[in-house]
């Protein structure tokens, strides 16, 4: 039987399969348009849609003016996850290292209504007003996740923890804000899934639109069960893994 895939998915998975064999090595440059049209008898719009392919799962990239190239996918690290540190970031190591990377980060605060899926999480109506926090993290002055926040402002609004990144208890887990506030935070509910990166990830993360990311939404909440803040965060897929170390 012939190769039934379509042309485009040919030609994406004969790179990919060049690329994971090491015959295009990282840094190299891929085929150009010309060449791969002649080499597969395929139209431009064959091509470029094949390139876009491979660029989406992250196995390339452009450069203006010089062409597409192999990308370095080997992880940089993994980011960790233990009980004691549950409702902060992911803790950082980098190539295979015991020690912890210190995390820089920058974050912005604004008051806003709780889209549909976001009160479905907080267990509150839609467009009641939340506290949105973006944050963007660094590790070893790399790019490593992205995170966004939500907090009820019927909690909140008031007290000396309505900004997470402001007042005496700025930059405090969120247990020890909401402590302050005599809310106990018991414990947190984390779903691990993926999708594509949107354009403003991919600068974010310094991947290709498209390309697989991890999405992580966690919920953090109270002994009855309620909700007191849920967050998205967003890693890139195919250079950090996720550790999660349980004790028991």
Known sequence: MGDSRPVYQRIADDLRQQ??????????????????KRTYAASDQTVDRA?????AAGYAEGQFGR?????DRSPIGSLLRTGEAADSPFAARINGGESVTA??????STTTAAPPRIAERLGVSAGERVMCTHYEYLADRRPLQLATSWEPLALTEGTEVVSPERGPYARRGVRERFAA?????TGATELVGSRPATSAEAEALGCSPGQCVTVIERTH???DGRAV???DIVVRADRWRLE?????
């Open 19 to 36: 690329i994971d064999e090491g015959v295009l090595a990282v840094g190299a440059r891929i085929p150009s348009r010309s060449e791969l």
């Open 51 to 55: 390139v876009r392919v491979l660029k």
């Open 67 to 71: 062409g597409v190239f192999v990308t």
């Open 103 to 108: 995390l820089l980060w920058e974050a912005t």
């Open 181 to 185: 506030i005599g809310v106990r935070v």
């Open 221 to 223: 909440h109270t002994a």
């Open 229 to 231: 803040e849920t967050s």
């Open 244 to 248: 999660y170390r349980i004790a028991f």
